[in-house]
């Protein structure tokens, strides 16, 4: 805490995973020796860069940038960019954080790093978004590369913005470098299910959940939170599987309806009109909505939070608890406080974190790297297939990992532990860099 002041979402996330790998650490005295612990809290790199930028009225604006290049044990540096203005280091370094683990559970050669920047894409027109890409890749070009650092998006950054980030890049560097950055769109070398990885992803994991205890997602009520990429394809799943998905939200409030969320209109509004949720409720009269409060308060089989950070605290927690809720998924990263964690616990409500649940997006990121170094392209099917075989084989092993170490059904547990582990053999071997 002292070493890294005012990062209370950094210390949040290492605590996490801190806590869960004392056991690990008491059978393999070589990674205390090798001092593991110490070196995976400290980035690789961090680099803060100015994006100054015009706006549409010719007034020049400041944005402050960054990139955090955590760890690369295992691989190139590979996580998103994430464009909000609660945006600063400590958010970042959490995510970065998160994703060594996150990336090692998957068993692909990725390592670990996150970016992002203080910009503000809402109530921009999309040439203000572009001309802010441009700025920010004319800094962050220096810095990545298919063998060195692989950005992809985060809250804020979705095809659009990657797209302007890649056509700045290669105008740079007069490289047509697919490899660099993942979620492109399909026309200029995306992948198959890229965009649906996140969400789908998660949803494919609750239904491993499910299936331990001979359930299906069928007939299940469920609760999503967010309104982005990760919850619309949340949506999406749970209705192609047999459930209902009765709410979504944005930061204004959340929707409830009771029919089911009708995944056209949502994203006719957030999609294509980049509206409000308010704007749903017009096209859907029995629908209500909700401003100013949050989506735990409905009764559900299953919560998917899939916007943010610390979105159930305890008390959202003990609402979930009293509505009936058997299991909570994370979609997004780290959406679930320590205080709220431990009260789905107590009630004995299964929860898989965010580094396991979520994992399913930078899966199908790595594939879209393999599919760019081979020049192929695989189908939506193919693509699909493997992504539920990744999610599937993560939940396998944060399942084993918990039992072998003395904590049956700890996602939390498993999945640190299995991440951690990976990764250190692999600074071992590397000796002391
Ligand atoms: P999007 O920008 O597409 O959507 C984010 C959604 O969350 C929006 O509905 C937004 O509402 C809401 N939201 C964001 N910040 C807040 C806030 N502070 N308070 C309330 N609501 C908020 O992002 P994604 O769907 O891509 O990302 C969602 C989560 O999933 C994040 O935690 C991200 O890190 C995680 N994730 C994403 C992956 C991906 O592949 N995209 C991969 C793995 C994890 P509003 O529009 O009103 O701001």
Known sequence: VTRNPGEPEFHQAVREVLDSVGPVLARHPEYADARIVERICEPERQVIFRVPWEDDRGRIRVNRGFRVEFNSALGPYKGGLRFHPSVYLGIVKFLGFEQIFKNALTGLPIGAGKGGADFDPKGRSDREVMRFCQSFMTELHRHIGAQTDVPAGDIGVGSREIGYL??????????????????????????????????????????????QVGEGLDGKRVVVSGAGNVAIHAIEKVHQLGGTVLTCSDSAGYLLDEKGIDLEVLREVKQRRRGRLADYVREVPHAVAVAGRTPWEVPCDLALPCATQNEIGAAEAAALV???????????????????????????????????????????????MRQNASRESWTFAESEQRLRETMRDIHARCWATAQEYGRPGDYVAGANIDGFRRVAEAMLAHGVV
Not at 182 to 195: D, F, M
Not at 325 to 340: H, K, Q, R, S, Y
């Open 166 to 211: 890649f056509g700045q890049y290669k105008r740079i560097t007069n490289r047509y470098e697919s490899g660099v950055l993942t979620g492109k769109g399909l026309s200029y070398g995306g992948a198959q299910v890229r965009a649906e990885a996140t969400g789908y992803g998660a949803v494919f994991f609750a239904e491993e959940m499910f299936a």
């Open 322 to 368: 009293a509505g009936g809720c058997l299991a909570v998924v994370e979609g997004a990263n780290m959406p679930t406080t320590p205080d709220g964690v431990r009260v789905l616990r107590r009630a004995g409500v299964r929860f898989a974190p965010g580094k396991a649940a979520n994992a399913g997006g930078v899966t199908v990121s790595a594939l879209e």
